[in-house]
């Protein structure tokens, strides 16, 4: 069963994290089934045409009211040889419902029977006795039957070698397998070795290749928003002044310009006279409004980027106040919000939004401090 990731819902307040996947719901009236949606939660709510939980879904399933498969499919062949196969156990609606409720642990955080059926190998590799063969046995039977193969996360010899640790010596695994022996036994226990050594192996190699990673969360996303200011700008620095449309005069390209709002606008016009209007305009939202109704270059779409991106070097590294302000965000990224702008340029919720001002701030915070790090002369020196 693929499921998608994530949903929730809200109870009192709180987010309740969830998980859904589609399944055949049996109408009422006709009795034939159509595809929707099953919602799980983290509190063990379910949802289908309806609110309910595990007890409640075992009984919708075991009513033929919902199916974890389409019934009206033709079966699925019969495998001629079940060591042979590559296929999982068929996904039936007991299988289904011990997958449901897995997906509420792992949503809880909690271990997975795939989580405790490793933890079983682990405890086994220890013990290799009897009892714990057993609990391995019993931790990998706790795995939904049509997930079984993927538990080892091997796609080569599947769930191969535990199925061949739970046969007796002497015996067929599956069946109709090979004769289990001592030294397969023995073999099975090396391979979890094996894949323990080529683990940590990466595991250092990744520390290596990643020293560089951070080691703790950085700081909270810095939502810029569009504020209005009727009483005029507030003269105490703060987020503000990353607003685009935020009076700092910039020189750019051979010309004075009010504002990034400005610059950029005047710079988008075609025509000469156009570009000047622009530029004179008394607001950054009237500038806007101007600029947004004028024809303008024919290569726009491809050098607006590169444009923004100068502009916004321009306007922090010719006002060091701001260029103050955008440097104490530190590692936070930064989501320019807004509804005057494109979606290209801002962070929209529904998805659109690109967020290119944020990213761009974001590019130019690290060039400041760059700047810091190795001032201009020093990035100019000469390397022996």
Not at 79 to 90: L, Q, T
Not at 264 to 286: P, V
Not at 314 to 336: C, E, N
């Amino acid at each position: 069963m693929f499921w998608e990731i994530p949903t929730y819902r809200m109870v009192d307040g709180e987010r309740i994290d969830g998980a859904w996947c589609h399944v055949w719901r049996r109408h009422r009236v006709d009795s034939r089934y159509f595809v929707a949606d099953l919602t799980v939660y983290a509190d063990g709510a379910i949802g289908c045409g309806g609110r309910t939980d595990l007890d409640g879904l075992g009984r919708l399933l075991a009513k033929d009211l919902l199916a974890p498969t389409d019934p009206e499919a033709p079966p699925f062949p019969r495998e001629p040889s079940k060591w042979a196969s590559r296929n999982g156990e068929p996904l039936t609606p007991e299988g289904f419902l011990q997958e449901v409720a897995d997906r509420v642990e792992q949503l809880n955080g909690r271990p997975t029977a795939a989580q405790r059926c490793w933890d079983a190998i682990r405890s086994f590799q220890q013990d290799p006795g009897e009892a714990g063969r057993e609990r391995l046995r019993a931790a990998y039977l706790a795995v939904p039957p049509h997930l079984r193969i993927y538990v080892l996360g091997d796609m080569d010899r599947q769930d191969r070698p535990l199925r061949i640790l739970f046969t007796e010596v002497g015996e067929r695994a599956d069946g109709d397998g090979p004769v289990v022996t001592a030294e397969m036994h023995q073999e099975v226990l090396e391979y979890f070795d094996r894949g323990d050594r080529g683990v940590e192996s990466e595991r250092e190699r990744r520390a290596v290749q990643h020293s560089d990673d951070p080691s703790g969360p950085g700081r909270p996303v810095l939502v810029s928003l569009e504020t209005v200011h009727p009483r005029g700008w507030p003269e105490e620095p703060g987020p503000f002044m990353l607003r685009n449309d935020f009076p700092a005069r910039i020189e750019f390209a051979g010309a004075s310009y009010a504002s990034v709002v400005h610059a950029y606008w005047a710079l988008a016009a075609a025509e000469d006279a156009d570009r000047e209007r622009i530029r004179e305009a008394a607001t950054g939202r009237e500038a806007r409004d101007l600029g947004g109704a004028v024809r303008h270059r024919s290569d726009w779409a491809d050098v607006r980027l590169a444009v923004m991106a100068g502009l916004l070097r321009a306007k922090y590294t010719q006002h060091p106040g701001l260029a103050r302000v955008l440097l104490s965000t530190g590692d936070a990224r930064i989501s320019y919000t807004g509804l005057w702008d494109a979606p290209f340029w801002r962070d929209v919720p529904d998805g659109r939004g690109r967020n290119w001002v944020g990213r761009l701030l974001e590019l130019t915070r690290s060039e400041l401090l760059a700047e810091q790090l190795f001032p201009a002369e020093e990035n100019g020196a000469a390397v022996p």
